[in-house]
């Protein structure tokens, strides 16, 4: 039955990965690529731009974390929100439909 569980959750995982993708496939090209994401272990991570491939997001800080790190790979799976700036938030509205 474990194995059914953990099945499942991966498979969840998948797809919520692939909605991201499309999410960051999709911003449109008059937002601003700035925004705070948030993963699963809870990390808010300011971003300034990014850039994506198959399964990835790859997502420059705009300042360094505690060690100095200015960019982030981080799986699409592992994506648990993204948060917009109070001034991008009617660009994303509007884009968004």
Same mark, same amino acid.
């Given at each position: 039955? !474990?194995? !059914? $569980?953990? !099945?499942?959750?991966?498979? *969840? &995982?998948? *797809?919520?990965?692939?909605? @991201? &993708?499309?999410?960051?496939?999709? @911003?449109?090209?008059?937002? =601003?690529?700035?925004? $705070?994401?948030?993963?699963?272990?809870?990390?808010? /991570?300011?971003? !300034? &731009?990014?850039?994506?491939?198959?399964? /990835?997001?790859?997502?420059?800080?705009?300042?360094?974390?505690?060690?100095?790190?200015?960019? %982030?790979?981080? =799986?699409?799976?592992?994506?648990?929100?993204? +948060?917009? %700036? *109070?001034?991008? %938030?009617? +660009?994303?509205?509007?884009?968004?439909?």
């Amino acid at each position: 039955m !474990s194995e !059914s $569980i953990s !099945s499942t959750a991966t498979d *969840a &995982a998948h *797809a919520a990965g692939d909605h @991201w &993708a499309d999410f960051f496939a999709r @911003w449109p090209s008059s937002v =601003p690529q700035r925004g $705070i994401l948030v993963t699963l272990f809870g990390e808010q /991570i300011p971003f !300034s &731009a990014f850039l994506y491939r198959a399964g /990835i997001l790859f997502v420059e800080r705009t300042t360094p974390d505690q060690l100095g790190g200015r960019a %982030l790979l981080i =799986p699409f799976e592992q994506i648990a929100a993204v +948060k917009f %700036l *109070a001034r991008e %938030l009617h +660009k994303v509205g509007n884009a968004l439909g």
